[in-house]
């Protein structure tokens, strides 16, 4: 049974960082394009960043790419995002999510983690 579990949520002040985890199990990880959305309080889920199967090609929506950092690590079945400069817009459970693509559409991704909430104060 595939599993995607996320790690490394919680609360911390504007300006500093965070890097949370996804671990994968249940399936071959290096098949797999991995992404990162996150879902704020009261609004819809959007894309935060992507990664393929081999790490070699990377994207970020605009609003984070100057702050945070996609990376994968097949031998751990583990992507990981990197969040820098925190602001309290980046408040948000953050999911891990596991495709065919590296791609913003959430339709085209097959498994998903249960999430983990990062909240940032002012």
């Known amino acids: 049974q595939v599993q995607l579990v996320e790690s490394g949520g919680g609360l911390v002040q504007a300006g500093d960082s965070l890097r949370l985890s996804c671990t994968a199990s249940?399936?071959?990880?290096?098949?797999?394009?991995m992404g990162w959305f996150r879902q704020p309080p009261g609004k819809e889920r959007e894309f935060v960043a992507a990664?393929?199967?081999?790490?070699?090609?990377?994207y970020y929506t605009d609003s984070v790419k100057d702050r945070f950092t996609i990376s994968r690590d097949n031998a751990k079945n583990t992507v990981y995002l990197q969040m820098n400069r925190l602001q309290p817009e980046d408040t948000a459970v953050y999911y891990c999510?596991?495709?065919?693509?590296?791609?913003?559409?959430?339709?085209?991704?097959?498994?998903w983690g249960q999430g983990t909430r990062v909240t940032v104060s002012s």
């Open positions: 249940g399936l071959t990880f290096n098949d797999y394009a």
């Open positions: 990664i393929n199967w081999s790490g070699s090609y990377i």
């Open positions: 999510a596991g495709g065919r693509w590296p791609v913003r559409n959430p339709d085209t991704y097959n498994y």
